[in-house]
């Protein structure tokens, strides 16, 4: 376990980052949801995307929606590649 690494109540994960995170791995700190830059944003591994907090709760309430055959699929693959994955992004 990583305490770098926080979860939804769906049980997806997710880092709080920095613009700076972002820009040691080429990104710039843009939220893929609303595409403005932000100074604080999370590194969400199901949607392999960065969201600032805004984004972040409108996605939280959209997964809430999402089916249990869905979040079960998703999960399993993110507990054998998300470890990996925030690595790559120097964020663990
Ligand atoms: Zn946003």
Not at 36 to 51: A, G, N, Q, R, S
């Amino acid at each position: 376990m990583n305490e770098k690494i926080k979860y939804t109540p769906q049980g997806f994960s997710y880092i709080d980052i920095t613009i700076f995170d972002c820009l040691s791995w080429g990104g710039l700190g843009i939220c893929d949801g609303c595409g403005k830059p932000h100074k604080e944003l999370k590194l969400i591994y199901v949607l392999h995307d960065t969201y600032c907090n805004k984004c972040f709760d409108t996605w939280l309430k959209r997964s809430a929606k999402y089916s249990k055959e869905d979040i079960e699929y998703d999960l399993e693959i993110q507990k054998e590649n998300h470890i990996q994955w925030y690595k790559y992004h120097g964020v663990i």
